[in-house]
């Protein structure tokens, strides 16, 4: 038995990345993805000559689902609420996305107003029945259903989250009578205060189910059939893995994946590189991805929007992104000011060098016009790159009407875009009271080590690190990351006088909860780590602040003394001061972590840029009204402890690393490339 | 590196932080603050104001603060004088007379200074749930003074060189109901002022604060070329709308916008000569709130891209007399200026532009916030509360699209409170929230829907407040659509009772506008907003949008076929269809027949504009103005004597006086004035200005 294998399915490529874990050899394959998302894996495998028997680990991440939210490519569901209620989906929250203009749409609710139900019966603010319920109305809604072939439906009734039983009588009635028909609780997938972000997240649930059960069953299947014995995991949206048939029973957890898997890269490399704060950025195509790593542990985000006003509530790494990527449009508005995105030319028709039609100028053409990426190398030199189109588009555009030279232009456009991805990294540091000063920045995806200086210089941080095949470093995430699941339970009351009973019992819940998961992903109990969290706020807030509690469980009135001043010396931090006020808790959370240990050599460089010996050029930079002479070296050239001054390039198959003049670059005992700020 | 005069780049960067501080103080505010009003009802703004008192950037989730935020800065300045600014300085203001829009609306102005060097303001405006006066939660309804609606703060040092005079906060929480939410919201303001200052320093120390300067100018600049170049896209003309507040609350009497607007290459000029005098209600628009609410028509018509600030305004010239509806003179009452009448100029001005400039609006909106409020002591949770329901609707179809559904109106955006966040706070039991089906306004492009809100009180002895609009006269359709469906609010006693308009069950003289109305436990009531109007002709709307109307619970199968001619049926596969040939045998009949609901609104635009044909100012308010007016025009016309017309007309001047101001000069008050004169002893003026 020897390798452990990371897939990643993309909309276009499946990219595999495995380890030989006799002697750390690493292997590298891309096949085409297929629709089914699996296709293209079982291609991969073949493609690399990895003997399918010898697959000890397979870790399976995919956009499929992501995709199939965004898009909305989902099996019809159908909906029981509250009588009276059924529309929230529709109102939803209601504001607009823009304060003025009416160029907007509206996105369509998730369920139409005719498949979905109104239940009578009422449970009030403190979870007591008020009404009882009204089965006769299920069947109703189940007769209906049957009749419009709807095979699954979300339920959400009123105040679930602290009284489940009419949700869950609801789902003993349907699997009595309908058992054809899958039941999906809110009180069982997102047990949180506030009626319209439950629904969302219960429809989104259930729309996923079949796909989600899907994409498992084919994956293990074909799997199977092709000799690997290692059951796959999946990546989740919270930067762990689980099995595949824990996957299944909670699909909503891969809702974010796409993007969770350089998370887990840059969580093995915080940990062992000792880099505890790290700010990975993953830039591809079309947006640049930014997720902040805070003292080994990555910043979560407990909401994040499907569409416009329509949420969906899980535990997910906080991975933002904006419209800055290697395709995105650089333009002059109507005034003639320069702005670079959001629209992107995609991979169709993608940059005008890419010489497929392509007219306007974006980024990548920048960077080509500019001298930063080299056509010779592009893409390891697979794709031929018309450079003289792109320094056209460019000149013609924006260069002559800004009356700069095309290279100055482009300098321009690069520089833009770094700005824009370091406001979203002041976004997601300094508006929450991290100092990037604190933090070492870490690029990869293609674009990453092209923006990794600027974005240095930009941001003030510590330092810049281009880890080992930045291109693939996605997919080699889900390797070494560890089983985590996360749980949440709202639970509404004063930190002063809680009663502990009460707090202890929530915890036990989730605790049961987990216990259940893990077993599926063949684990037990005592293998774990188990963290309990509480949701604060100072009595009157909306918004809470989430810190851990102190030793237990069963916690005590100690541990709720911790977790209160925790949460002060958040809020200072977060927003320069503090109060006396009482505190409320408002929603329990457990992460319960299987920590996975990989033994494996060293990595050793896979594949390089062959016969190029270090070379000056003459490049252009922002700031600098001429090119200037540039050291452009192969990586692979590079032995541990190498230093090149910047201005320089380092060239790898797959990327291009800048380093600006006034930083330098050395290679450090992982291999990574190391950018700092030159000594003076 | 460093450049002696400012790229295009680094001026594109500077530009855009500008924005993204705005956002961020807004981010502070809604993380902080206490009261459900600003987390949810995001009922605040946040701004950047220059060292010339010129709006530079903002985050506004209100629009209705938005011109009106320099506005108050500018007050200040030339209030205190442009020297008496310091450092660590934090100014607090809510008075409509005073730049403001309505009481509760409280100011926090900080100014930013780089070592010793002005660099501009932040500026957060917000909310409170209450301000005093006779409502519980605000919105009497039927005050006739300005005393009435609670607590008028001119502007006052909260903070003075950086030293707090917690005196301030002392007395102002005294003077308001619920002084511990407001306490803590009083320090998210704080918070969020305090973010803008590091943030705007950091840039200052990254780029200097020349650059900062040179970029501030540049992004209006931008604004203003952005802005003629929509103006320019408009044909040349003189284009008036006339639209109509439903009553004043205090009488059923209702009042009247009347707006001209000429188009004349890349410049605009809005004309409210022949609005209503002001009036004896809660309906008057403070001269900063009609500034606004025009600009905040204008960007309707600009869309999100253009950023907004002072350079959006300079093509723009805005008439409003004062005495008017539009431009009030003290002491006339203003609550629902800011979330009522606002909208109404909204919709005037854009009933005006809609016909040369329907490639970017539409028909008319719901176009109210209801403002249902109230509170008393709730017995269960043993504390006093407070309410205020400001309530979504449908918004106008245009030329490409139906009208959005159940979406706040144009003066504000902000996000409901969760039933279940409602319940387990208040005395309050949700029954309904659901679609106002059929409230859209007919089209081939259909208005948007409203909401149906249902609530039960659960406590005894409940005050409840409301401060409406759009009950009488609907929104207006476009190019044959219909109107939408006028709001309303009824109440009925427990489950059983009949459902009533508050005018038939409480005798109110305005179906929408009421004070201090007491209700007890069980008390049901209803809040219908109404829908958009339509746009085009709803004969000619494809029958397969019809249907989907039905599926999505917009349309009813009755009103698909009594307002759109499509019959609806119930496919073999149970899905619902429609029958093409009945439907094509409905469309026939129905091409001659008069449309129905354009007959209503004709009839109350009728009525309506009988009503206001005579409508005179009062003797008080007409001879305050006078004495106004000529105080003006002595004290300047005295000051220009002194000094030559020149210099007192030099920027400088500007903000040294109220009487070298162009705007202060058509709107400072009496008192304002005088209060300027004592304070600032004239004879001293002159020196101060050279």
Known sequence: MAYHVGVDVGGTFTDLFAIDDRDGRIVLEKADSTPDAVGGVIAAIRLSGIPPQEIETLIFGSTAITNALVERKLSPVAFLGTDGFTDTLEIRRLWREHLFGWKWDRPRSLVDHDLRFGIKGRIDWQGREIEPLDLAGVDVAVERMRQRGIGVVAVSLLFSFLNPTHEQQVRDRIRETSPDIQVVLSSTVNPEIKEYERASTTVIAAALAPLAEKIMSNLEAQLSSHGVPARPQIIKSNGGITSSVSARAKPLEMARSGPAGGVASALRFAREAGVPNLIAIDIGGTTADVSVITGGEANFTQQASLEWDIPLRTAMVDVRSIGAGGGSIASLDATGRLKVGPQSAGANPGPVCYGRGGTQPTVTDAAIVAGHLDPRHFLGGRMSIDADKAREALRTTIADPLGLPAERAACGILHLAATRMAQLIDEMTVQVGLDPRDYTLVGFGGGGPLFLSALVTETEAAAGIVPLYPAVWSAFGGLFADVVHDYAKSCLAKVESLDLDLLNGVCAELSDLAVADLSRDGYGLAEAELRFKLDLRYEGQSHEISVPIGAGPPFGRDSLATARARFDAAHLQMFSHQRNDPCQLVTVRLSAAVRRKLEIPAARPAAAVQDMPMAESQVWFHGYDRALSTTIVARSQLGRGSLIRGPAIIIEPQAHCIVLPGLEATIGGAGEILIRRAAA | ?690
Request: aromatic letters at 8%; charged letters at 20%.
């Open chain 2, 1 to 690: 590196m460093s450049t002696p005069h400012l790229d295009h780049v680094t001026q594109r960067v500077i530009g855009s932080a500008f924005q993204t501080i705005c956002e961020e103080m807004g981010h502070t505010m809604i993380r902080t603050a206490n009261s459900s009003l600003f987390v949810e009802g995001r009922d605040f703004s946040c701004a950047i104001v220059d060292s010339k008192a010129e709006l530079i950037a903002a985050a506004n989730y209100d629009p209705s603060h938005l011109s009106a935020m320099a506005l108050t800065v500018e007050f200040v300045v030339l209030f205190f004088g442009p020297d008496n600014i310091f450092p660590g300085d934090v100014y607090l203001v809510n008075d409509p007379y005073r730049g403001g829009g309505h009481l509760p609306d409280i100011t926090l102005i900080r100014p930013i200074f780089a070592s010793s060097r002005l660099l501009g303001y932040a500026v957060n405006r917000a909310h409170h749930l209450d301000i005093g006066g006779m409502a519980v939660a605000g919105f009497p309804g039927t005050a006739r003074s300005v005393f009435q609606e609670g607590l008028r703060i001119p502007p006052v040092r909260w903070f003075h060189k950086g030293e707090e005079n917690r005196d301030i906060i002392e007395f102002i929480t005294l003077n308001v109901r619920f002084p511990r939410d407001q306490w803590g919201d009083f320090q998210a303001q704080l918070a969020s002022t305090q973010t803008a200052e590091r943030r705007l320093l950091r840039l200052a120390g990254r780029y200097g604060a020349e650059a900062i300067d040179a970029a501030m100018t540049d992004v209006k600049n931008h604004a203003e070329q952005l802005t003629r170049l929509m103006i320019r896209d408009l044909p040349d003309g003189r284009y008036g709308f006339t639209e109509f507040v439903d009553d004043d609350g205090v009488t059923d009497q209702p009042r009247r916008i009347e707006v001209t607007i000429t188009v004349a290459g890349d410049r605009m000029e809005v004309d409210f000569t022949g609005t209503s005098p002001q009036a004896e209600g809660p309906v008057n628009s403070s001269y900063g709130n009609t500034l606004s609410s025009t600009f905040n028509a204008i960007l309707q018509l600009l869309g999100p891209d253009v950023p907004f600030n002072n350079g959006c305004f300079r093509p723009i010239e805005v008439v409003v007399p004062r005495g008017c509806l539009l431009n009030p003179a003290p002491p006339a009452p203003c609550f629902g200026g800011v979330t009522e009448v606002s909208i109404r100029v909204v919709d005037a001005i854009m009933g005006a532009l809609a016909p040369i400039a329907s490639n970017r609006i539409g028909a008319g909106s719901y176009g109210t916030c209801i403002n249902f409020s109230g509170g008393g002591y709730d017995a269960e949770r043993r504390a006093s509360y407070g309410f205020y329901f400001f309530i979504e609707g449908g918004w106008g179809a245009c030329a490409w699209r139906d009208g959005w559904n159940c979406t706040p109106n144009p003066t504000s955006n902000f996000n409901d409170y969760p039933v279940e966040w409602i319940e387990s706070t208040l005395p309050l039991r949700y029954r309904e929230v659901r679609l106002h089906t059929d409230s859209g306004g007919p089209g081939e492009w259909r208005g948007g829907v409203g909401t149906i809100r249902t609530v039960q009180l659960l406590a005894d002895s409940v005050e409840i407040n409301s401060l409406g609009e759009r009950f009488v006269i609907p929104p207006f359709g476009l190019a044959g659509g219909d109107p939408g469906a006028c709001n309303a609010l009824m109440l009925r006693n427990g489950s059983a009772g009949e459902w009533q308009t508050i005018r038939q069950a409480l005798h109110t003289a305005s179906p929408s506008k009421f004070n201090g109305l007491h209700s007890g436990r069980d008390t049901w009531f209803r809040m219908m907003s109404g829908g958009g109007g339509g746009y085009g002709d709803p004969l000619v709307r494809p029958a397969a949008r019809v249907v989907d109307d039905v599926v999505q619970g917009f349309v009813s199968r009755e009103a698909a076929q009594a307002d759109y001619g499509v019959i609806i049926v119930t496919n073999p596969d149970h899905s619902i269809g429609y029958d093409a040939e009945g439907t094509e045998a409905q469309r026939a009949r129905m091409r001659n027949e008069p449309r129905d609901r354009q007959l209503a609104r004709a009839r109350a635009v009728e009525r309506a504009t009988a009503a206001t044909a005579g409508q005179t100012l009062s003797e008080e308010a007409r001879q305050t103005i006078e004495t106004t007016e000529d105080r003006i025009s002595t004290t300047a016309a005295r000051l220009r004597e002194k000094l030559g017309s020149e210099s007192a007309d030099a920027l400088g001047a500007a903000l040294r006086t109220p009487f070298t101001n162009a705007r202060a000069v058509k709107f400072w008050d009496i008192d304002s004035i005088d209060r300027w004169l004592q304070r600032h002893a004239d004879h001293d003026v002159p020196s101060e200005m050279e």
